[in-house]
């Protein structure tokens, strides 16, 4: 259970925390966007949506792209009545959690630590932090659903707002590959795509200085960033000029 582990490790410090909440995110498909880690709903800031966690797998992922310095504010509210207040468990709770979408996945904030009637908790918390890379990063919103008089789990619905300044958008820009001098097409090709970006026209021009074959160079020009998936167009060598004889 997602509480019993948080309280479990709370202990040794918010990082224990944290590494918990990751560990244990469901990835539960529903068909539509947000409830599986591999399908996460994008997200353009100024924003603000509303869900239902309905078990506690039950995990909703949000994803965008954000610059470096960028102050994000992460507004967390339980939507639901607080006549359930003073029932103990009967109330459900929720968490919402900032991670680094890169390769290891790292927590980076958290809303501190529950949000919900239960107990002494809050119905509305707030987080902000300074986005430490230009990259993608994911916003989960989790939770375990209150109890009804039988002991049946009752979903516990939320309202998220996300602020930033500069705005957060998805998905993320097309940026415009560097590579070495004389590349080859394929190479660039590659690039091209892990960038975001399209492959355009493939444009032949004569050059005495770089091999047949090989990359001139693209335009726009290398690092450029512009709209998902703009066409980049590759000019490639056609070898020298042959001249003509009178």
Request: with cysteine; charged share 15%.
């Amino acid at each position: 259970m997602l509480r019993t582990t948080v309280k479990r490790v709370f202990c040794g410090g918010p990082i224990g925390l944290l590494v918990a909440l990751t560990l244990t995110a469901s990835a539960q498909g529903s068909g539509s966007c947000g409830h599986d880690i591999k399908h996460p709903c994008g997200l353009n800031t100024p924003a603000s949506t509303s869900g239902v966690v309905q078990s506690i797998e039950d995990t909703h992922f949000f994803h965008f792209y954000g610059l470096r310095g960028t102050v994000l504010t992460v507004t967390l509210t339980d939507t639901d009545s607080p006549s359930c207040n003073g029932l103990g468990p009967a109330c459900g709770d929720l968490l919402a959690l900032l991670v680094n979408q890169g390769r290891t996945r790292r927590p980076l904030s958290y809303s501190t630590p529950f949000v919900g009637y239960r107990d002494a908790e809050a119905p509305t918390i707030s987080f902000s932090v300074s986005l430490p890379a230009t990259q993608a990063y994911l916003l989960e919103v989790g939770g375990e659903p209150g109890l009804d008089a039988f002991g049946r789990s009752v979903p516990v619905s939320y309202a998220v707002q996300v602020a930033a300044s500069p705005a957060v958008h998805w998905p993320a820009p097309c940026t415009v590959a560097k590579l070495g001098r004389r590349a080859s097409l394929a190479a660039w090709k590659r690039a091209i795509v892990r960038g975001r970006c399209a492959i355009g026209r493939i444009r032949h021009l004569h050059s005495g200085r770089v091999p047949r074959g090989r990359v001139i160079g693209v335009l726009p020009p290398t690092g450029s960033v512009l709209p998902y998936r703009t066409a980049v167009t590759i000019i490639v060598s056609a070898g020298p000029a042959r001249h003509k004889r009178r």
